[in-house]
């Protein structure tokens, strides 16, 4: 009997450890990256051009987003020294995805990280002046 009563201590506290592990990893569905910047609604960002440096994995770069009516139409990644096969295919990939949806809120490349970490942070400092 004092077998059980340890048992079912052993299972409780696991099942503890589970649950506060699951709920550490898990997500409030806030992105806390969303919530530090100040970006308007799609369709009212000021039209301009606004360029932000991006750092990447192989040093900084610029990037240059155009905004018409409202709305992302171009982002043009200046030179940089991103490997081809990594981070050039987040240069590649990003920007493209990035008008299609119209947010800087897109999922990174994989084995490219820090420059599409990085990408993104540029277009999002873009957006947000084009919000003031």
Do not use: H
């Amino acid at each position: 009997m004092r077998f059980q009563a340890i048992k079912r201590i052993m299972i409780t506290i696991l099942a503890a450890v589970m649950v506060l592990t699951l709920t550490a990893c898990g997500s409030d569905g806030s992105d806390s990256s969303q919530s530090d910047y100040q970006i308007s609604e799609v369709g009212t960002w000021k039209d301009g051009v606004y360029t932000e440096t991006a750092e990447g994995k192989k040093g900084s770069f610029d990037v240059t987003v155009t905004i018409e009516d409202g709305m992302i139409v171009s982002i043009e990644v200046g030179d940089n020294e991103e490997t081809a096969d990594k981070g050039g295919v987040a240069i590649a990939q990003l920007p493209e995805q990035m008008i299609e949806n119209q947010t800087y809120d897109v999922d990174a490349v994989s084995s490219a990280t820090v420059t599409s970490d990085g990408l993104k942070d540029a277009v999002a400092k873009c957006l947000e002046r084009a919000s003031e």
